[in-house]
């Protein structure tokens, strides 16, 4: 058992960010019955919030508070930034979709807020019991944002299948980690290490199915095969914006709990769940590349898309290496870009009362409108992973970690499976450019909508030519890797 | 050697194991409620045996007395005639069945081949201990769980509150 522990203020200094976006949200709630009228004041404010706690979340200290329950270090601090990224974008892009989808709600930026919090706490948890609460924090908010289209049955229809499969997902991961605290008399990660450490967990099946129910709701909140089925579902019927958030923030929250879980607390038996892993990021690769091939909605393709990414992504959490886990951060951060900024054409496209969804909606776009082709035809490219986009960068280094770890079949699967994703992306680039426009697009351009457009083009190109500083940003984050 | 407290965690446990199978099979949804209200009250049970007098408390308070009347009240918001009726939500049976046992099997497997210490009963229990536990070393997990409940209620205000623009469009429409 741990020193009991008292209240310092060292450890409320190291949970700055936290304990200031709760204030936000709370301030959010107010100004919104304070101040009905103000239409820009809410995402003012919400934007000057995000972009200080993302200041305060880079001039923080590294350290340990709370008596061993909550970490900032290189790890947290990167996924951190990752989520505020992703945020930023969700913020430009929701003034735009919330008036194309009807959507009025004061509560809108404080749940994204309050999401948020739930974010940070996770990248931070060195506990179980914190890991749970802020996961708990984020899917809450995240239930409410995908049903607040209430008139809206594709909505209603999302809301609910997330509610019942996240609750489900985290009464599952609930069970893991009381069989993990059973084994281990403890859910403080680096003590649950320690413990492991010294014992034979291939002898333990108890302790195996511990991690294994772990595993399966941490896959749930990432959106792994075979436990995705919610997405597609969930992505088509939430507001775009929350889609688009929903696809990068809440993923890279919930990877810096796998990282964190898998490589700080089970790293001694590695090589037990690995196998595991591998057939999780295997299947996550083919369900979603393959499935992708036949959707004719855009927003559908684009969530299986995001299926595929997991998939790569975890290459790195299987390498269990220091290298394996710098590439998965640099994945996530150039995803946010690159995937934020085929979501912003998304939008911008969308109409009152015309959702613009279907994939025939890109035929002739080049035409038209081609700017916006020309955009989204980055963006694509970089999703397929070709350089000198960023999203090259990002697979080629997750392929080298697996290489060096050893998972070189895993690695020529993926290869092969990026290829077949090629044809789906690519397909929308041949609309855009090589077919005849049906119908006029006169595209209203938002503000929000250009930022965030100019920023993840900004990010997609440099990061794809000037990679070497986020690397070095990444690598910094081991965790103590032996 | 049979002592008292055997006896009755046998008779808890059968309890609890053949309610809960009862609960999930009912159609009716008053008579699963009802015998997930009578499961609770034995859990109770097995807490106090254990000696911990106040989790069993809350046991009946929170999950028999509050929890228990919310489900009491959505199930009768639904139309149970009909609802009763109406195909099941996910027409799978056979195939959850047969995972669950899979599950079951998997850890009833490992249960019965896991060596646990089993800790000390002796250790302070009340509720002031209580108390000093939550307010100093699972401090942050108390305040995250208090916001938790603050997006509950933000939430749940947010998804059951009438739109304002939806409302004036259907006055407009009559």
């Known amino acids: 058992m741990a020193e009991p522990f008292v209240f310092d203020v060292a450890s409320l200094a190291l949970a700055a960010p936290e304990c200031f976006l709760v204030a936000l949200g709370v301030l959010l709630v107010c100004a919104e019955f304070l101040f009905p009228g103000q239409r820009l004041l809410l995402p003012a404010l919400t934007m000057t919030g995000i972009l200080t706690t993302l200041g305060l979340v880079l ?42 989808e009807g959507m009025r709600h004061g509560e809108y930026y404080s749940l994204l807020i309050f999401a948020v919090t739930g974010m940070l706490v996770m990248a931070s948890a060195a506990d179980l019991i914190v890991v749970y609460l802020g996961l708990e924090l984020m899917s809450l908010s995240i239930y409410c944002l995908v049903g607040l289209l209430k008139h809206d049955l594709r909505a209603n229809e999302a809301a609910m299948k997330y509610f019942i499969m996240g609750a489900f997902a985290s009464a599952v991961l609930l069970y893991g980690i009381s069989l993990v605290y059973g084994l281990a008399g403890t859910t403080n990660l680096a003590a649950v290490s320690a413990q492991i450490a010294g014992r034979d967990a291939a002898s333990e099946p108890l302790l195996l199915a511990g991690i294994g129910l772990l595993l399966v709701g941490l896959c749930f909140k990432v959106g792994a095969a075979p436990f995705h089925q919610w997405t597609p579902d969930v992505y088509e019927g939430a507001p775009t914006a929350i889609t688009a958030f929903m696809s990068v923030a809440p993923k890279a929250a919930s990877f810096a709990v796998l990282a964190r879980v898998m490589l700080a607390g089970f790293l001694p038996i590695h090589e037990v769940w690995a196998v595991l892993v591998a057939g999780i990021a295997l299947l996550t690769m083919t369900v979603g590349n393959v499935i992708a091939l ?25 390498a269990g290496t220091e290298e394996g886990l710098s590439a998965t951060m640099n994945y996530l951060f150039i995803y946010a870009f690159m995937n934020m900024g085929a979501f912003a054409v998304v939008i911008l496209l969308a109409e009152k009362g015309q959702r613009r969804e279907s994939l025939d909606d890109y035929r002739g776009l080049a035409a038209s409108n081609p700017m916006l082709a020309a955009l989204m035809l980055l963006f694509m490219f970089s999703l397929t992973g070709i350089p000198p986009t960023a999203g090259f960068i990002g697979k080629f280094s997750l392929l080298m970690a697996a290489v060096h770890a ?56 440099g990061l794809g030519v000037a990679p070497s500083a986020l690397v070095s940003l990444a690598s910094q984050a081991g965790i103590g890797f032996p | 050697m049979l002592t008292l407290p055997k006896i009755l965690f046998a008779y808890f446990a059968v309890m609890i194991l053949g309610l809960a199978g009862a609960a999930v099979t009912r159609r009716n949804p008053v008579h699963a409620v009802l015998l997930v209200l009578a499961m609770f009250l034995h859990m109770a049970g097995i807490y106090l045996t254990l000696g911990a007098e106040f989790l069993a408390a809350v046991q009946m308070i929170v999950y028999a007395g509050a929890i228990l009347v919310l489900y ?68 942050l997990p108390f305040e995250i769980a208090g916001i938790v409940l603050l997006v509950a209620v933000v939430g749940g205000m947010a998804l059951a509150r009438r739109d304002r623009a939806a409302t004036t469009a259907e006055e407009e429409v009559r």
């Not at chain 1, 855009?432 to 006169?442: I, L, V, W």
């Not at chain 2, 009833?108 to 302070?124: F, H, S």
Request: charged share 10%.
């Open chain 2, 72 to 139: 009491l009240f959505v199930v009768f918001l639904v139309d149970l005639r009909r609802e009763v009726q109406s195909e099941r939500f996910v027409d799978w049976h056979s195939n959850s069945f047969l995972v669950a046992l899979l599950l079951f099997l998997a850890l009833a497997y490992g249960v019965g081949r896991a060596q646990v210490e089993v800790p000390d009963a002796t250790a302070p229990a009340g509720v002031l201990h209580l108390g000093v536990e939550l307010f100093t070393t699972y401090l």
């Open chain 1, 59 to 100: 001039a923080g200290s590294a350290g340990i508070g709370f008596g061993g329950m909550f970490q900032v270090d290189g790890l947290a601090r990167f996924f951190k930034v990752v989520c505020l990224v992703g945020t930023v974008f969700t913020v430009l892009l929701s003034q735009r979709n919330r008036q194309v």
């Open chain 1, 294 to 318: 036949s959707q004719t909605s855009i927003k559908r393709m684009l969530a299986y898309s995001s299926i595929a990414h997991v998939g790569y992504a975890l290459l790195g959490v299987l």
């Open chain 1, 406 to 461: 050893g998972y070189t079949g895993v690695v020529v699967a993926a290869v092969m499976l990026s290829a077949v994703s090629a044809y789906f992306y690519l397909r929308v680039v041949r609309y855009m450019y090589m077919d005849a426009p049906a119908g006029g697009k006169d595209v209203g351009l938002s503000a929000g909508v250009a930022v965030a457009l100019g920023l993840a083009m900004v990010g997609v190109i």
